[in-house]
């Protein structure tokens, strides 16, 4: 069979052939070219549709509707050729082993992102199956693949996918997909996917022409007209799509990207019918479901998602690290230190307050009563390194003993933390936009990343702005691509034994108790202007950590933690209550 998962878009395999399907509510006559045959397909409402008893595994075929030029199926389930070729109809044969894998607690995820082309050289599935040791041994225990959708062109982020049902071909075939899956899940690692249900790319969407209704004209987002999630078929369309992806391949959760860009009058309407779409297709295994969602919308969470990314964390933290106050930052330029010790504590940091980025409106809301498993954390990821013109790492933008002071107290806070690949060991390689699209768009693209640094001040020379890396330059995506050899380095070395240290330090000390913490059971004192003393009840005892997160030393800490300090950056006595700068002890009581 095509899929396992009997959904309305793509191949369904019959006893003989397949049946093609197509939602094309505009169209009046559609035919299906297979293997250079043609078949007139039948209309039954918006739908199109034909049983070719001489389709097989490994037919190609495309819909032409009213006499255009054929165009791939959106909901293939392979492109091998690429977005504007034939789709492939595939039958899986890959047999997933009976290894008794039901997925792990949300409460243990501390999750690895990763994008498949630039984790390693070979930028395949099969390439990087053969690094799962290497996050074991970090300490890891779920991995999150930025998009797989497959987008136009050789090379992209995955964030302009335009057929959401078919993995990309350059990574390696759906069955390679699924091998490496099974291969994460017998070192013990859940697997999450990142998925795009806000827009599609710019090139190879070809459903304006036959299903236009598939958007709304008059909503309109930072890609273009908004998809209009109140057409049921286009909701079913993307319900469908998250339970694709978790029957088929058995990810373990699915990463929502950009959910405050949906635009939904009924919301959360649209995203609990994913949930609950998603759940039903998998109820005997763990499944996790996360939020990005820029606006701290607490609905979502009450509405049963598993968790989101705190953005607020890295915000305050890359401020407290680097001094940068530009853009978003300016929110937090001041009192980053208290912003970050709210949010450790009880979520978000922004829970009403007004946004000066936002032109003075709200933001968030109260997010005490959630566990703290529900805020995912971050000194880095895909966003907020690959937004940067120039793609660098924390590594080369703050000092070393702020890094380590900020990784000590991130890592070992009760909410579930991410790295982003290379993050374990100061990777040098930058992290930079890059794609590749037909030549007229590659230009506008190329012009428009330069002209979005026009408003910084460093950026205001264009000859300045002219040095910013062209995204479609091969070199681009290539100096993005992780260096594993340069981890023995002696820098590199030291940086990976200290994330590993942590993530064991995590382990034994923070996740058996971590599950039902809430920002209720929490307090967060301020100690002048760069101290916290944090404190979290668990169900049989307290977690304390104090953090002295500048370079000066700083008085009004307790001389010892109470209980048993299990971390101690300078030792666990700071003698008459003085914190050395850049300092952090944990204790459990």
Same mark, same amino acid.
């Given at each position: 069979?095509?899929?396992?998962?009997?959904?309305?878009?793509?191949?369904?395999?019959?006893?003989?052939?397949?049946?093609?399907?197509?939602?094309?509510?505009?169209?009046?006559?559609?035919?299906?070219?297979?293997?250079?045959?043609?078949?007139?397909?039948?209309?039954?409402?918006?739908?199109?549709?034909?049983?070719?008893?001489?389709?097989?595994?490994?037919?190609?075929?495309?819909? +032409?509707?009213?006499?255009?030029?054929?165009?791939?199926?959106?909901?293939?389930?392979?492109?091998?050729?690429?977005?504007?070729?034939?789709?492939?109809?595939?039958?899986?044969?890959?047999?997933?082993?009976?290894?008794?894998?039901?997925?792990?607690?949300?409460?243990?995820?501390?999750?690895?992102?990763?994008?498949?082309?630039?984790?390693?050289?070979?930028?395949?599935?099969?390439?990087?199956?053969?690094?799962?040791? $290497?996050?074991?041994?970090?300490?890891?225990?779920?991995?999150?693949?930025?998009?797989?959708?497959?987008?136009?062109?050789?090379?992209?982020?995955?964030?302009?996918?335009?057929?959401?049902?078919?993995?990309?071909?350059?990574?390696?075939?759906?069955?390679?997909?699924?091998?490496?899956?099974?291969?994460?899940?017998?070192?013990?690692?859940?697997?999450?996917?990142?998925?795009?249900?806000?827009?599609?790319?710019?090139?190879?969407?070809?459903?304006?022409?036959?299903?236009?209704?598939?958007?709304?004209?008059?909503?309109?987002?930072?890609?273009?007209?908004?998809?209009?999630?109140?057409?049921?078929?286009?909701?079913?369309?993307?319900?469908?799509?998250?339970?694709?992806?978790?029957?088929?391949?058995?990810?373990?959760?699915?990463?929502?990207?950009?959910?405050?860009?949906?635009?939904?009058?009924?919301?959360?309407?649209?995203?609990?019918?994913?949930?609950?779409?998603?759940?039903?297709?998998?109820?005997?295994?763990?499944?996790?479901?996360?939020?990005?969602?820029?606006?701290?919308?607490?609905?979502?969470?009450?509405?049963?998602?598993?968790?989101?990314?705190?953005?607020?964390?890295?915000?305050?933290?890359?401020?407290?690290?680097?001094?940068?106050?530009?853009?978003?930052?300016?929110?937090?330029?001041?009192?980053?230190?208290?912003?970050?010790?709210?949010?450790?504590?009880?979520?978000?940091?922004?829970?009403?307050?007004?946004?000066?980025?936002?032109?003075?409106?709200?933001?968030?809301?109260?997010?005490?009563?959630?566990?703290?498993?529900?805020?995912?954390?971050?000194?880095?990821?895909?966003?907020?390194?690959?937004?940067?013109?120039?793609?660098?790492?924390?590594?080369?933008?703050?000092?070393?003993?702020?890094?380590?002071?900020?990784?000590?107290?991130?890592?070992?806070?009760?909410?579930?933390?991410?790295?982003?690949?290379?993050?374990?060991?100061?990777?040098?390689?930058?992290?930079?936009?890059?794609?590749?699209?037909?030549?007229?768009?590659?230009?506008?693209?190329?012009?428009?990343?330069?002209?979005?640094?026009?408003?910084?001040?460093?950026?205001?020379?264009?000859?300045?702005?002219?040095?910013?890396? $062209?995204? +479609?330059?091969?070199?681009?995506?290539?100096?993005?691509?992780?260096?594993?050899?340069?981890?023995?380095?002696?820098?590199?070395?030291?940086?990976?034994?200290?994330?590993?240290?942590?993530?064991?330090?995590?382990?034994?000390?923070?996740?058996?108790?971590?599950?039902?913490?809430?920002?209720?059971?929490?307090?967060?004192?301020?100690?002048?202007?760069?101290?916290?003393?944090?404190?979290?009840?668990?169900?049989?005892?307290?977690?304390?950590?104090?953090?002295?997160?500048?370079?000066?030393?700083?008085?009004?800490?307790?001389?010892?933690?109470?209980?048993?300090?299990?971390?101690?950056?300078?030792?666990?006595?700071?003698?008459?209550?003085?914190?050395?700068?850049?300092?952090?002890?944990?204790?459990?009581?």
């Amino acid at each position: 069979m095509t899929s396992g998962y009997l959904g309305r878009f793509g191949p369904l395999a019959l006893d003989r052939g397949y049946r093609l399907r197509l939602y094309a509510p505009a169209a009046q006559r559609v035919d299906a070219h297979v293997d250079g045959r043609t078949l007139a397909m039948e209309r039954t409402g918006d739908w199109f549709a034909v049983d070719d008893p001489q389709a097989r595994p490994g037919s190609r075929y495309a819909f +032409a509707a009213d006499g255009r030029p054929p165009i791939p199926d959106p909901g293939s389930r392979f492109q091998p050729d690429g977005v504007h070729a034939a789709s492939e109809i595939v039958a899986p044969r890959f047999v997933w082993p009976d290894d008794g894998w039901h997925g792990r607690p949300w409460h243990e995820h501390v999750i690895y992102e990763l994008h498949v082309g630039t984790f390693t050289f070979e930028g395949t599935y099969a390439s990087a199956a053969r690094r799962l040791p $290497d996050l074991v041994a970090l300490g890891v225990t779920a991995l999150e693949l930025m998009p797989i959708a497959a987008f136009a062109g050789a090379r992209n982020w995955g964030y302009d996918g335009v057929l959401p049902y078919a993995p990309y071909a350059g990574y390696g075939t759906p069955d390679e997909l699924r091998r490496f899956v099974a291969a994460a899940h017998a070192h013990g690692l859940a697997v999450l996917l990142d998925v795009v249900y806000n827009h599609f790319g710019p090139e190879g969407n070809y459903l304006h022409a036959i299903a236009p209704s598939f958007f709304n004209p008059n909503a309109h987002t930072p890609w273009g007209a908004a998809i209009d999630v109140t057409v049921p078929a286009v909701r079913a369309y993307f319900a469908e799509n998250a339970a694709y992806w978790l029957a088929e391949f058995r990810f373990d959760g699915l990463r929502l990207d950009a959910t405050h860009a949906i635009v939904d009058p009924q919301a959360p309407s649209f995203l609990c019918e994913v949930r609950a779409t998603a759940l039903a297709a998998c109820p005997a295994r763990h499944v996790a479901l996360v939020l990005e969602n820029d606006d701290n919308d607490a609905a979502l969470l009450d509405a049963g998602f598993d968790a989101q990314w705190n953005d607020d964390v890295h915000h305050c933290a890359h401020v407290i690290a680097t001094n940068e106050t530009f853009g978003y930052y300016r929110d937090y330029a001041v009192n980053p230190v208290g912003w970050l010790g709210r949010a450790l504590a009880t979520g978000f940091a922004y829970q009403g307050e007004t946004s000066e980025h936002r032109d003075g409106r709200p933001r968030g809301a109260p997010s005490a009563r959630f566990p703290l498993t529900k805020f995912v954390t971050f000194l880095q990821n895909h966003d907020q390194i690959g937004n940067r013109a120039f793609g660098e790492r924390l590594a080369q933008l703050a000092p070393p003993a702020a890094l380590r002071a900020l990784y000590a107290l991130i890592l070992l806070a009760p909410s579930p933390p991410l790295l982003f690949m290379g993050e374990e060991w100061a990777a040098s390689t930058p992290f930079l936009f890059f794609c590749d699209f037909e030549p007229d768009l590659t230009k506008l693209v190329t012009e428009g990343r330069r002209r979005e640094f026009a408003h910084l001040p460093q950026f205001a020379d264009p000859a300045v702005r002219a040095t910013i890396p $062209d995204p +479609a330059a091969i070199t681009t995506f290539e100096t993005s691509q992780l260096r594993w050899e340069e981890r023995a380095a002696p820098q590199h070395a030291q940086t990976l034994a200290f994330t590993t240290a942590l993530l064991q330090l995590r382990a034994r000390h923070v996740v058996p108790w971590s599950a039902d913490v809430r920002g209720s059971d929490a307090a967060c004192e301020r100690i002048g202007s760069s101290g916290l003393a944090l404190r979290w009840k668990l169900a049989d005892g307290v977690l304390h950590a104090d953090a002295n997160l500048a370079d000066e030393a700083h008085d009004g800490f307790a001389e010892r933690l109470t209980g048993a300090t299990w971390y101690a950056s300078h030792g666990e006595t700071y003698r008459n209550g003085r914190a050395p700068g850049w300092s952090v002890r944990w204790s459990r009581t």
